[in-house]
């Protein structure tokens, strides 16, 4: 695997999930998402670097459309195989969820599907980004040869209200080792810093959507345990093969959002998250603009 470094452009010789050729342009966003959510001619990618010493928070105004956005990533027959499949298998069940009138439950076979779509654009918005990349090879061929996403991975969904998640489909990157200057007690252990470690927010319309993925499977069972307090659903893991039910979802403002992600992952200090996170919910009502 070549990687060449061109400012915002990323090149690869072959595709990044099967090593295949001839590459061909790959949407981060499938184009049908732009006939559902408010077209815009530039997108903002919020970003996080920790690359160097220090941990430097910025918004990059990227000036094109989302759904513009065609790195090669990949190649022709993943692209139109099946890349193609996933997105056929959300496209049946997807608007009402985009469009913020959500059914009371979703099956297990589309909350799998929509789990898997949402990871394949963490996985492609990852690989498009000039920062480093965290997610390993062998996830990218799991969710290639149609298996659940790895048991490494957490999803969590929930409604959004707010005009920038909306319609800007924001989404907010961290594809860096997360180092923590100090230790942070999980279960009674002492951890410095997670390795590869990254947690990815997307606005979709009216889906909110986090995915972390981690080595550390203490990590993953938080983020599934935090977001069940908080009323986000958790598509994956999903025990069980069963549906899900949607009834209690969490409609999030643009400033709840920021909550969720805030520079320090915010699942990972319950005592603070429930401070902060009440703080955030009181705030909700006069923020609301539903
Ligand atoms: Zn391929």
Redesign the pocket.
């Known amino acids: 695997m070549v990687k060449t470094k061109k400012k915002n452009r990323i090149d690869f010789s072959e595709?990044q999930?099967?090593?295949?050729l001839p590459l061909s342009k790959t949407h981060i966003w499938p184009k049908w998402l732009a006939g559902a959510i408010e077209p815009k001619p530039y997108h903002i990618v919020k970003r996080t670097d920790r690359s160097g010493n220090g941990t430097n928070k910025f918004f990059e105004k990227v000036n094109n459309d989302l759904f513009s956005v065609q790195p090669r990533i990949?190649?022709q027959?993943?692209n139109s195989g099946w890349m193609n499949k996933i997105e056929k298998e959300v496209l049946e069940f997807i608007f009402p969820f985009i469009g913020g009138t959500w059914p009371e439950e979703i099956s297990y076979e589309n909350s799998r599907a929509l789990s898997r779509w949402l990871s394949l654009i963490c996985i492609n918005a990852e690989l498009s980004s000039t920062l480093w990349t965290t997610i390993p090879q062998f996830h990218r061929k799991m969710i290639m040869e149609g298996s659940s996403v790895p048991n490494h991975w957490s999803i969590s969904i929930a409604k959004t209200s707010g005009d920038i998640w909306k319609r800007q489909r924001s989404y907010e990157n961290y594809p860096q080792k997360i180092h923590f200057n100090q230790s942070l007690s999980i279960h009674g252990k002492q951890r410095i810093f997670f390795d590869h470690t990254q947690i990815t927010t997307l606005g979709i319309g009216g889906i909110f959507a986090q995915i972390v993925t981690s080595p550390d499977l203490e990590i993953i069972s938080r983020h599934v345990n935090m977001s069940g307090r908080a009323r986000l659903i958790s598509l994956h893991p999903n025990a069980a093969g069963k549906s899900i039910s949607l009834k209690n979802v969490v409609t999030l403002s643009d400033l709840q959002i920021d909550f969720f992600t805030q520079r320090k992952p915010w699942f990972l200090d319950y005592i603070k998250t429930q401070i902060s996170y009440s703080g955030y919910m009181s705030i909700r009502n006069s923020d609301c603009k539903e």
């Open positions: 595709c999930f099967c090593g295949g990949s190649c027959s993943c």
